[in-house]
């Protein structure tokens, strides 16, 4: 299996498509996407693989991680990056995602990503949509051209009615917090990041020093914030007490 995020050289492209068609083994490529920082990438690879497996598949992988379904797809650097890569490898018409709204959440996006792809002969697998999938290997295997645009057709209805249920379910998840939002406000509770003590004493010290506001700014959140993240992920840093101590030290 062949993971990448981000950007691919054109060299790494060029290897795997020359191995596959080498061994003959098909190829897809395969576009995840995650929201948050928190979310888990993993869970979306591992049914994209076993959905692979399941076909005869080798996958290469293609990921935008943190980026919200709201920003346009041909606006995220894994989805570009994975339309280079299959206009550089025109054999390769298999696009596998885990479900729709890893495409995106918003209506008329995801009508433009569809029709982009239908348009260029590609083929969408979704995971979590078993009858989709089922219309997809229909259209692989028929071959009256006929039946085959009635196929297309009926697949042009079912994924307007997809993408339709997809941004609908956005609107509802924003109005849900909207109305969450509204009733903490009406219950009179603090909303937003609590609020951290702020080292005063430490900024007129420094600020006694002529140290402009952007560079004590600097030294005294944002080194914490670093520090926080560095034994977020268990490893060692100095307290910020001692972090502090050495401004002070170092300003005398």
Known sequence: MAF?????????????????????IPLAVSYLRIS???????VQKK??????????????????????????????????QMLLFLENNPHIKDIIVFELSRLGRDYD????????????????????LSTW???????????????KLLYKLLADIFVSVMAFTVNQERVLISLRTKAGLEK???EGKKLGRP?????????KHLMKKELPLTKIHRLLV????????IKRKGLDCMKYETFRRKCKSLYR
């Open 184 to 186: 903490l406000k009406k």
């Open 4 to 24: 990448v995020g981000g950007f691919v050289e054109k060299n790494l492209n060029t290897f795997f498509t020359n191995l596959f068609l080498v061994i003959d």
């Open 222 to 229: 944002a080194e914490k914030k670093i520090c926080r993240e």
């Open 109 to 128: 996006d995801l009508k433009e990503i569809l029709y982009y792809i239908s348009s260029r002969g590609y083929r969408l697998w979704i995971v979590t």
């Open 133 to 147: 999938n089922e219309l997809m290997e229909s259209i692989k295997s028929v071959e009256n051209p006929l039946v």
């Open 47 to 80: 049914a994209i693989e076993e959905f692979a497996k399941q076909r005869m598949f080798d996958v290469v992988y293609f990921v935008d991680e943190a980026v919200s379904g709201s920003i346009k797809a041909f606006e995220r650097p894994g989805f570009r």
């Open 36 to 42: 948050t920082e928190k979310q888990e990438i993993e």
């Open 195 to 203: 609020e951290y003590p702020f080292p005063i004493d430490e900024v």
